[in-house]
């Protein structure tokens, strides 16, 4: 007995022993309260916590209740399905945290818009706004047609609808050749009400499946140019990128690039700064029509839910969360991650379009009361070397610097910052050059 107490301390082993397995009858219980009316788990993993020293479990579960006729314009049978991860057992006041990671409706059976009539929708909206097609304009010269053959038709709920469809369009290949290409489309329809009529709500371009049917002479491309315009909304948000000095976000390889660079940088950018960076890197579907950085509505609302969590109120991300992410999981197109004390998590929803990875959701788990952001404030972080945060240096975003590179020092700018680096960019140069460098190439100018 003595010698397993010994060696239980020696590895540590008697923090990191996990509670029992949830069984799916638990699991079932702990969920299955009124509406809901079935619980289905799909799997259950165990993982480890660094932070807190011990393994938890991790549950993937999906819930169905009734959705009331009322809620869904008088349409009776619709259920709702809610996809939920459930941690147990983080050492935490409640056994078990639950988060959200998407809803969707089943039992919709309405009458759907045929082939015909939703291809006259798009060939409406290719005269109307052929930019809305588009991802990104650059280098297209025309869009000559759009339409579906085999829509296969989802109800996203009774009053939005998706489908697919294909699109024509030419685009310059070459300084001398313009490339006819087909490329498949996803389409978002919305209406008023159940007898309202249809109305294209965004599209999405799918950039990876397109194919290339012929080449021309540019002179031989015709009319029907499709330009980016610096008017209206992306004008003004370009505007306050420069008057702010908000460095360009990157291309993003993975979600975990992506969810890692938003951390970072909600702790190096204020309130105003952070608006203008998040609406660069959210999914296209949430900025207006042919925009890099001017939101939508939808976008603008998400926007703002992010920024009430993260910096107004009692309690802020800065002081509750560590640059470096505490616990840092991906699962289910998703990135978890925790707060100081392991209190509370955190959630950025990522998906893959155009060869880079988009924000389509985030949650902040913050504490809104003074005493416990005042109790998270005063817990210390760690970088990845074990340095106590703030060791680093003194640069911050915004500051022009000297970088060394070969020996030779270069006028630069702080883009971003972490424990123990800086994140440049070498001023005359492409932003392919930029790149993280430690304290000791940094110096003033």
């Known amino acids: 007995m003595k010698i397993g107490v010994q060696v239980c301390a020696l590895l540590a082993l008697c923090a990191s022993v996990a509670s029992a397995q949830p069984s799916a009858t638990a699991v079932v219980g702990r969920f299955k309260k009124s509406p809901v009316t079935e619980v289905k788990v799909i799997n259950t993993t165990k993982e480890w916590d660094a932070k807190a020293q011990k393994y938890y479990w991790k549950v993937s579960l999906v819930k169905s209740q009734p959705v009331p006729p009322a809620e869904v314009d008088g349409l009776a049978g619709v259920t709702l399905l809610t996809h939920v991860v459930a941690d147990y057992d983080l050492g935490s006041e409640s056994p078990y945290w639950s988060g959200v990671t998407f809803t969707e409706y089943k039992g919709i059976d309405l009458p759907t818009p045929s082939a015909g009539d939703l291809s006259a ?20 010269i025309g869009l000559d047609r759009a ?7 989802e109800w996203l709920n009774p009053k939005k609808l998706r489908f697919r469809a294909k699109m024509i369009f030419r685009q310059e290949v070459s300084n001398t050749e313009v490339g006819e290409i087909e490329a498949p489309i996803n389409v978002t329809l919305t209406r008023p009400s159940l007898k309202g009529d249809w109305a294209i709500d965004w599209i999405e371009q799918v950039v990876e499946s397109q194919t290339e049917l012929r080449r021309m002479p540019m002179s031989q491309a015709g009319a029907g140019a499709v330009t980016m315009t610096d008017a209206g909304p992306e004008a003004a948000a370009k505007a306050e990128l420069a008057r702010l000095k908000v460095p360009q976000a990157p291309k993003f390889v993975t979600g975990e690039a992506l969810a890692r660079d938003l951390i970072t940088m909600l702790h190096n950018l204020d309130r105003q700064q952070y608006q203008q960076y998040l609406a660069m890197t959210v999914s296209p579907a949430m900025r207006c029509s042919g925009c890099a950085h001017a939101t939508n509505e939808n976008g603008t609302r998400f926007i703002e839910m992010v920024l009430n ?3 107004d109120g009692a309690g802020t991300f800065r002081a509750q969360y560590c640059m470096e ?15 100081k004390d392991g209190s509370a998590e955190s959630q950025i929803v990522y998906a893959k379009e155009g060869g880079t990875y988009w924000v389509t959701g985030m949650i902040l788990g913050v504490r809104k009361d003074a005493q416990a952001e005042a109790q998270l404030a005063a817990i210390g972080c760690e970088d990845d070397l074990g340095r106590a945060s703030g060791q680093a240096g003194t640069w911050q975003a915004g500051d022009q610097v000297l970088v060394e590179e070969n020996g030779t020092w270069y006028p630069s700018v702080v883009l971003k910052v972490r424990p123990g680096e800086y994140f440049i960019h070498y001023e005359g140069y492409s932003d392919s050059y930029d ?11």
């Open 309 to 311: 969590n993260a910096y």
């Open 325 to 339: 992410p505490n616990g840092l999981a991906d699962e289910n197109g998703a990135i978890f991650w925790k707060n």
């Open 435 to 445: 790149l993280w460098v430690g304290p000791e190439r940094v110096k003033a100018r």
């Open 121 to 140: 929708l798009l060939e409406q909206a290719r005269g109307a706004q052929p930019m809305q097609f588009f991802r990104s304009t650059a280098g297209k």
């Open 147 to 153: 339409w579906t053959d085999e829509p296969n038709p």
